[in-house]
């Protein structure tokens, strides 16, 4: 199927507004401290067990990057403990290692907590800004997350969708996007799903290069958060920032992570990598899968870095 992506809508400041109002009202069963991740009950992650069949397990991460590039000017730093000058030749020694990261960057694979996103002076739920201080965070953390993220994955696969490798930069994801991937697809998400949505920004980058992410991207327009509240879903993730850039809303960079972690609740992923997953979704003719994410215990984090697992 080849379609045509219409130009989105921009936002004013006072359509933002209600359409952040509206999400607050939509996503009030998640207002509590785990957000969205309330909707994986028990007898949710049992029955997305049950989307287990040939036992095949895929990363959904990037590897991390350790160099500098135009979208990672402070890359992840690893270090080797070691001693040069000690002989290894006989007894017992350790190789050890030492890393350190910018966690919410625009290169590495990571989790958003709750408390990530600061709006109008609160986090999600009206929580105060001023739980975030330098020690950390006392509030909304990633902790919330700390027994994992279990739960029925769906992909969908716009750029398939409109027949092309990948979404330009700037380019948006719209709710009819959605629905029309869903039924290109052949499925449905429901209550409770991990929705990721691929742009194809991974293949861009491994094709092209890697250029300044943080100022020109593709994403979701924020309209489309309204699909994902009608269908209740549990996180959100996707190959890039999740949001658009340049933002396509009035004063609001993030629009999308303002109304997805501030005013819904929903755990976001960002910079993940779908070109294992599609393939073999694409083979196997199914795009839902049970899918695990495990972040780090990192107590008063607002985030992780992540990979998450795609059991087929």
């Known amino acids: 199927m ?31 401290d785990r957000g969205a991740l309330v909707a994986l009950t028990p007898s949710r992650v049992a029955s997305a067990a049950r989307e287990v069949r040939t036992g095949r397990t895929v990363t959904l991460a990037s590897p991390v990057e350790t160099l500098p590039g135009p979208d990672n000017p402070t890359p992840a730093r690893h270090r080797m403990n070691s001693h040069p000058d000690e002989d290894t030749s006989s007894g017992l020694h ?56 279990v739960g029925r994955g769906v992909l969908l696969d716009v750029p398939r969708l409109r027949g092309v490798p990948w979404l330009e930069p700037g380019d948006h994801v719209t709710a009819d996007d959605l629905t029309a991937a869903e039924t290109a697809q ?28 943080a100022s020109r991207r593709s994403g979701l327009h924020p309209s489309a958060l309204e699909f994902l509240a009608d269908r209740r879903v549990a996180v959100l993730g996707g190959d890039g920032n999740n949001d658009t850039a340049p933002s396509c809303t009035e004063n609001v960079d993030f629009p999308v992570h303002v109304l997805a972690v501030h005013a819904m609740g ?47």
């Open 266 to 312: 929903l755990h976001l992923l960002d910079y993940l990598q779908f070109e294992e997953l599609a393939p073999l979704c694409e083979a196997e003719g199914r795009w839902s899968f049970l899918c695990v994410i495990a972040p780090l215990r990192l107590p008063d984090a607002t985030g992780s870095p992540v990979n998450p697992i795609a059991v087929l």
């Open 94 to 149: 350790f190789a050890m290692d030492r890393f350190a990261m910018n966690v919410h960057g625009d290169a590495d694979s990571h989790i958003d907590a709750l408390c990530h996103v600061i709006y109008d002076g609160t986090l999600h739920g009206g929580v105060t800004a001023s739980s975030v201080t330098e020690g950390g965070a006392t509030a909304l953390t990633i902790d919330a997350a700390r027994g994992g993220i």
């Open 186 to 213: 052949h499925v449905r998400v429901t209550e409770g799903d991990l929705l990721f949505v691929r742009v194809g920004h991974r293949r861009r980058r491994g094709e092209l290069g890697a250029w300044h992410a």
């Open 2 to 32: 080849v379609t045509h992506a219409s130009p989105a809508p921009r936002l004013t400041e006072d359509e933002f507004g209600a359409l952040y109002r509206c999400m607050v009202s939509r996503a009030a069963w998640a207002a509590g």
